[in-house]
Every structure is written in structure tokens, then in C-alpha cells.
């Protein structure tokens, strides 16, 4: 009988021994096997208790099977905020705070939260210790206020612009002077400050043309003098004498056939047709001679250019 038992017992270690490098099966009349990401069972119809016997490097399972070592489905990425250090497989769960994900909702945006959820995007100001913190807020949009910081009140009539006590974005208003009188010909729209400045129609002014006289504002605010007597004979008008950026010149109101323009020492400039504002902007300081032509007669007139 003892040798019969050792005789068994041999030849089960010479088979265990055998079958360590095979990999590990169920024999039995019936069962089934259920496996997913997470877990794999296997079960055989006739064992109706669990138990495993393991001797050294021999495991020994009755019942359900379950692989060791099998993979653990989860986030992977060390960055993200769900993070799982036990997951071995990576299943596209990662939510990273302030990226983009969705909440199933197909009518919102949304938003991965400070407290790793998947919410709708709620803009405003995201800092805690700013006046206006928005609690609800998880996407900053560069509003924080700050008590005394500098801010931008998005008024170009104000400077030096300061949150308040009151969370408020205020400046100081510049002071711009000018005419605020909108009757008079001067009248500025963006002045705050009256200059005390504002001219008006029959006010004393200077047209800039020396043959003229009693320069006033005509209904049109337009400076304009008295003619002289032979201003009134001729009908030609060249002003302002001097002069630095243009002249006018016209006869009887329209511009002359032409006019042509020597400097002082009788050299020829140029020569300009049908044209009542002429540019001196170019021309070097001295004194020009301005020869009219019109409608077959010719009259000179100096001009002094001043820089």
C-alpha cells in the first residue's frame, strides 16, 4: 500500500513538473468564461466551493479562474487629475484641468474643472483674490480687477486709470480746452474746458492777405477783407503774402489761365494751369514773382516764401 501511495505521488510531481511551462486550463464536463478590460472569469459546472492549493511554484485553482497579473483599464497620463497609478491599460479617460471635454451635452462647451469634472464653460474672472471674482467662473477672460491696481476703462478722454474700492475701473478726465459755444465758427465738440476762445460771424479776424482790409466772419465763418480799389478794378486776388505753405490766387473768384513763377533772380520755377491753390511747401525761403496770365492779359505780383 505505502508503495503504491509513493508510486502516485511521483508520478503527480513528475506531471506537475512537466506542466509548469504549459499555460494554465480547465477540464470539465461544463462551464463558461466571461471576460472585459477589467476581469476575466472562467467557471466549471461540478466544483461547487473555491479553494487553491499552491507548493512552491505550483498554483492549484478549483472553481473560478482569474488570470494573475491581468490589466487594469484606466487613466494613465502622471498630468492629468484622474490620474489612476494602477491602471495598465489606458482607456481615454484623462481629463486635464482647463482643456476642452464633454459632458454628453451636445447644447453647452465644455470644461475640465479645477475639481477634475467635465462641467459647461462659465467665463469670468477665475482669481480668488481679485474684487471681482466670479466663484462660478472656469475659464478666465482677463477681467480680475485688483483694488488699486492699475486697469483700462476703455475711455480715450481719461488717463491714469485705477480699480477703486467699489471694483471699479475709473480714470481721470483729461481737460481739454476749447470753444464750446456750438454757435460759434470755432466750435469744438471734444473740448471740456471753455478756452473762451470762440469766434463768430462779423468777428474781427485776418484773411492773411495784406491788400485786404477790415477782415471779418461772413455767414459761412469764412475770414475775408474788403478789396482795395485796384483789387476791385482788376478783380485779382493773391494772398496770403507772405506765405508758407500755398497761395491763392484767382480773378474775379476763378482760377487763372495760368500762373508762372520766377524766384529772385529772374530764374523760371513753374508753371501752373487752371489751378487757384498753388504749393510753395517745396520752394527754399525768398521772394518769387508770380506772373498771372488770363484771358489774354498778364499781370506780376511778388510773393515772400517764409519757411
Keep these: 500500500m505505502k508503495q503504491t501511495l509513493l508510486l502516485t505521488l511521483t ?35 461540478g466544483e461547487t466551493f473555491i479553494t487553491t492549493l499552491q507548493a512552491q511554484d505550483l498554483m492549484l485553482t478549483q472553481g473560478f479562474h482569474q488570470p494573475v497579473g491581468g490589466s487594469v483599464a484606466g487613466c494613465t497620463a502622471a498630468e492629468a487629475c484622474n490620474y489612476n497609478p494602477d491602471a495598465t491599460q489606458d482607456d481615454g479617460s484623462c481629463l486635464f484641468v482647463g482643456l476642452p471635454c464633454d459632458d454628453g451635452d451636445p447644447t453647452t462647451i465644455d470644461v475640465v474643472t479645477a475639481e477634475c469634472t467635465c462641467a459647461p ?16 467662473a472656469n475659464l478666465g477672460d482677463f477681467s480680475c480687477l485688483f483694488i488699486g491696481q492699475p486697469c483700462d476703462d476703455f475711455d480715450p478722454m481719461t488717463i491714469l486709470d485705477i480699480t477703486t474700492p467699489d ?51 461772413n455767414a459761412d465763418c469764412v475770414c475775408e477783407g474788403a478789396l482795395s480799389v485796384e483789387e476791385m478794378e482788376t478783380g485779382i486776388r493773391l494772398f496770403p503774402n507772405p506765405a508758407s505753405t500755398e497761395v491763392v490766387v484767382t480773378i474775379n473768384g476763378q482760377a487763372p489761365n495760368e500762373v508762372q513763377i520766377f524766384d529772385a533772380s529772374g530764374r523760371f520755377v513753374s508753371s501752373i494751369q487752371r489751378m487757384a491753390r498753388i504749393d510753395i511747401q517745396s520752394y527754399a525761403a525768398g521772394i518769387y514773382t508770380f506772373r498771372i496770365a488770363h484771358e489774354g492779359e498778364v499781370w506780376e505780383q511778388q510773393i515772400v516764401k517764409q519757411n
Design 11 to 45: 508520478l503527480l510531481w513528475s506531471a506537475v513538473l512537466s506542466a509548469q511551462s504549459l499555460t494554465p486550463t480547465v477540464i470539465a464536463t461544463a462551464g463558461f468564461g466571461y471576460s472585459s478590460p477589467e476581469l476575466q472569469v472562467d467557471m466549471t459546472i
Design 121 to 136: 464653460v462659465v467665463v469670468g474672472c477665475t482669481a480668488p483674490d481679485a474684487c471681482n471674482f466670479n466663484p462660478q
Design 167 to 217: 471694483c471699479i475701473c475709473q480714470g481721470q478726465v483729461i481737460n481739454i480746452l476749447g470753444c464750446m459755444d456750438e454757435t460759434a465758427c470755432n466750435y469744438d465738440s471734444t473740448a471740456t474746458v471753455d478756452s473762451g476762445s470762440c469766434l463768430f460771424p462779423g468777428g474781427s479776424c485776418n484773411d492773411g492777405d495784406e491788400t485786404t482790409s477790415n477782415d471779418t466772419y
